[in-house]
């Protein structure tokens, strides 16, 4: 089993336009005058999305820590960044079409991804499994872990053949109360056939009996996720300290996301470290692996290719089963 971390620069292979992270306020707030992407960019003058959220976190701390309760606008600002980040990134979608155009998607998919890998998918779009998808190697049923939809079940759908775990939430994702405990809060997805093609085939199925509202984790240096969330992040450390190679495309491991940092120390810290690999596929991909090995201190079984994903396919292969 191998696991892989894919990160923004997959969806860019597939769309030239899709914006990478410090790319991402910008391009929001220049879709609309009045956006919230637009007001958060003028508030602090920070073109780097996850820098101008934190600035925004520690204002929202700050107002609750002082005499009067949070400020209600700031709130407001945060949740309308969240629906700004929503709503963009639906455009992103996979299709027969997208993977019959795209050669080196089918190639990835088809020779790269094997049954029983376990992918991190850090994107809030579903192009990546909605294209595994299209070629048999995934589905709703399974597809994203322990995240379910109570209308799906092994006789309507055949169990998934490669897990997706969404660290960051999705465009799909929803989040409702519990049937019978309305205080807490569940984690489901809604299911259509544009973003699943072959799962999700005349079905449209939405997710907490119309009290579901969509659900990310918008990009700031405190993540706080919800428990459904947090099993997924144990379920990647699991398969982190089960994998024969870690392979990380088009994601630069920024050293703010500290939960990466340890899915890689769990990688590594194993009896055969040695006879493992970590691969990273990324235009940066000799900077990333350096500041992996400065990290972990000792020689390590690291190996850059330098290119993004879709020039890199055969190289990667060729490394995998070195």
């Known amino acids: 089993m191998n696991l892989f971390i894919i990160g923004a620069g997959f969806t860019k292979a597939l769309f030239p336009e899709a914006p990478l992270n410090q790319e991402l306020l910008q391009v929001l707030a220049q879709r609309a005058t009045d956006s919230a992407s637009q007001r958060l960019l003028e508030r602090y003058k920070i073109h780097d999305i996850e820098i101008a959220l934190t600035r925004l976190d520690v204002d929202i701390a700050l107002s609750r820590t002082s005499a009067q309760a949070a400020d209600s606008e700031l709130l407001k600002l945060r949740r309308a960044a969240e629906e700004d980040l929503g709503n963009y990134f639906e455009c992103y979608r996979a299709s027969n079409e997208l993977v019959s155009t795209a050669l080196w998607l089918s190639r990835f998919i088809g020779h790269v ?78 299911i259509n056939e544009g973003f699943f093609p072959t799962s999700g085939k005349n079905k449209h199925f939405e997710y907490g009996l119309g009290k579901g509202e969509s659900y990310l984790i918008a990009p700031s240096y405190v993540k706080v996720p919800t428990l459904d969330i947090a099993y997924l992040m144990l379920d990647a450390l699991k398969a982190a300290s089960e994998a024969k190679n870690l392979i990380i495309i088009g994601c630069s491991l920024r050293p703010e996301d500290t939960f990466l940092t340890l899915l890689l120390t769990g990688f590594l810290r194993q009896p055969n470290w040695r006879e493992r690999k970590i ?42 089963n070195s």
């Open 279 to 320: 691969i990273v596929v990324d235009p940066q991909g000799e900077a990333i692996t350096s500041r992996i090995k400065t990290y972990w201190g000792v020689k390590i079984p690291i190996i850059a290719i330098e290119g993004p994903v879709e020039a890199s396919v055969e190289q990667l292969l060729k490394t995998i």
């Open 113 to 190: 991804i094997s049954d029983g890998d376990v992918v991190v998918n850090l994107n809030y779009d579903c192009v990546f499994e909605g294209a595994l998808d299209c070629l048999g190697k995934w589905s709703l049923n399974g597809g994203y872990g322990s995240l379910n939809h109570s209308l799906v079940s092994d006789e309507q759908i055949p169990t998934s053949p490669v897990t997706v775990l969404k660290l960051h939430g999705s465009i799909t994702f929803r989040i409702a109360p519990y049937f019978d405990k309305p205080e807490s809060m569940v984690v489901g997805f809604a």
